[in-house]
């Protein structure tokens, strides 16, 4: 992948100052303990995890009041309490066997000297859609338990060299929830059924579900999530977190069990906006040091509309800031809509200029959409497993094996969308290429794109979705809302952040950008997130809701 770009770099250093002063010994169903399990720490963590961010980690690192093997032993004692028993959230599918050696290796580096840099030791949770070697990779399906890569994702490679500890994997809607138009977001044949740890019979949505739930819950520091259209926004609205979708291509998809090669990202998931830029430096492998502010664009420019002047601090920080929102993303939750007029009072009590937009094309790309995505997951899957030497060698394969263990594989749905994509044909298809080129344009230049740049906004802001449903394995999951669904299928960055809540259950705001403004987008997003002081509130592991 290319180096990212110097805007992108820019924003990273600015949010960072704005915000700045294997499996495991209870392995889920289908999932055998491995040989290599590491042990949970005995005694008590020498360093309280919850909620801790990673500037406060590496001052506890660099004063040496703990080490990164001791976070290591702490997150994976908390682990064992929370996700093993406790709450019961079921969110980590696999334990990184080598983490604590790893941890280890990192300390002496800095006990020498050496510090790579923010992530330098910091634990990180991945989705079990990325590729770790020598741990398995199962997209949450039986059929790939035994499918362990040789080799690293590069977005792992450069956690690694960027001295993260990748702490293990974290449990995903089965196939990242493109099997079943009936699916149940967090449910995996591998994995089982992730739970919210606001609210535990509530569903983490998807399918970054595990990753969602597990970094709410500080299972780890950060984690990483992957998104096709909401799968980093929605788990991260319904989880009190910051979620960021890159610009298509910013991150490497390289490793990652694909669907869509015209949608797919990996993004950050964390509890801030500061963390979520630290893990998103590490991911496209920037070198904080080297950055230098460049030059305001000219006015007008595009990229500039969304990545130039960053606000002062003050008691207005957005001024000069125009957002428009987007009133067709609500309507259907009172307490979300509430949710969303109290956090737009607030930014206007900012400085920023909030106006109602509406996007020509809503809801008119759908269908191409979905073409497209049947299309390119038959082509992108047949090759990652083929080249992977997984158990399963075809999409084809995999139906089948599907079929001849319903029982295990499929017990609450089918596999629809699987077949629907085994019928489609070569991506030279005049079919495909006609749904791909009305996809993008209907909710990319003619749709966000054009609204972004004739209303002058430096974001299009909404209700990312309503909050979290309770998990039905028998009627599948019940969305309420999203606002991220153009940015998605335009391939264009995303944020969401907390903006309170809806009976205890988290809501966020998006903050959508045009293509390549994840510098402006991010920068925004620190301020709009310290515009929302209190928004977000650790879970507190309830029940239930029912009165």
């Known amino acids: 992948m290319p180096c990212i770009r110097a805007p992108l770099a820019l924003a990273l250093a600015i949010a960072l100052a704005l915000l700045a002063g294997c499996a495991r010994e209870s392995a889920p169903s289908g999932v055998a303990p491995g040989a290599d399990t590491p042990a949970i720490p005995a005694a008590a963590p020498r360093v309280d995890v919850v909620e801790l961010s990673i500037a406060d980690a590496q001052a506890g690192m660099a004063s040496g ?5 001791d976070l290591v032993d702490a997150y994976l004692a908390r682990i064992a309490a929370v996700d093993d028993a406790g709450p019961t959230l079921n969110a980590v599918i696999a334990l990184n066997p080598n983490a604590r050696a790893d941890a280890e290796a ?11 840099g923010p992530m330098h030791g910091i634990p990180v949770l ?33 956690l690694r060299a960027a001295g993260a500890v990748i702490l293990g994997k974290t449990n995903l809607s089965e196939w990242a929830n493109f099997r079943s138009t009936n699916s149940i977001s967090g449910w995996s044949s591998a994995g089982g059924q992730t739970r919210n740890p606001y609210v535990l019979d509530r569903n983490a949505c998807g399918s970054s579900s595990g990753t969602g739930a597990a970094i709410a819950a500080s299972l780890a520091t950060v984690g990483v999530g992957t998104e096709t259209d909401g799968s980093i926004l929605c788990p991260s609205a319904v989880n ?49 040091d080297d ?27 957005l001024v000069g800031r125009r957002l428009g929102l987007l009133r067709q993303a609500m309507g259907r939750h009172p307490g979300l809509d509430a949710a969303t007029e109290r956090a737009v009072e607030r930014l206007r009590a900012s400085g920023a200029e909030v106006v109602d937009v509406e996007l020509a094309t809503w809801g008119q790309w759908g269908t191409h959409e979905l073409t497209v995505l049947l299309y390119e997951f038959k082509d992108g899957l047949n090759r990652y497993l083929a080249e992977g030497g997984a158990p399963v060698a075809s999409l084809e394969a995999l ?3 599907n079929a001849a263990n319903a029982d295990r594989a499929m017990p609450w749905f089918g596999q629809e969308l699987f077949e629907q994509a085994q019928a489609k044909g070569p991506l030279s298809d005049a ?28 974001a299009v802001i909404a209700p990312t979705t309503g909050p979290a449903w309770p998990i039905d394995p028998v009627l599948g999951d019940h969305f309420t809302s999203a606002g991220y669904g153009a940015a998605a299928v335009a391939g264009t960055p995303s944020l969401t952040v907390p903006m309170g809540d809806v009976h205890g259950l988290p809501v966020g705001l998006s903050l959508l950008g045009p293509r390549d403004g994840d510098a402006g987008l991010l920068a925004l997003g620190a301020v709009v997130e310290a515009t929302l002081p209190g928004a977000r509130r650790a879970p507190a592991f309830r029940a239930s809701l029912q009165p």
């Open 431 to 458: 079919d495909y290429l006609t749904a791909r080129d009305t996809a993008r344009r209907l909710a990319g230049d003619d749709g966000l794109l054009k609204l972004l740049r004739e209303q002058r906004l430096d």
């Open 126 to 158: 991945v989705k079990d859609n990325i590729d770790v070697a020598g741990l398995p990779t199962t997209a949450g399906s039986l059929a790939l338990a035994n499918h362990v890569p040789k080799d690293d994702a590069e977005l792992v490679a450069r």
């Open 65 to 69: 009041r703990y080490s990164s093997a």
């Open 106 to 116: 990192l300390d002496a580096e800095r006990a020498a000297g050496t510090v790579r």
């Open 240 to 288: 009190g977190l910051v979620g960021f979708k890159p610009t298509v291509g910013v991150v490497s998809a390289d490793g990652i069990v694909p669907i869509s090669a015209s949608q797919d990202t990996a993004g950050p998931m964390a509890r801030s906006v500061a963390d979520a830029v630290a893990l998103l430096g590490a991911l496209t492998a920037i070198e904080l």
């Open 291 to 317: 950055l230098a502010p460049s030059p305001a664009p000219p006015a007008g420019d595009e990229a500039g509309d969304e990545a130039a002047d960053v606000p002062t601090a003050g008691s207005e920080p």
């Open 399 to 401: 139906i089948a094996w």
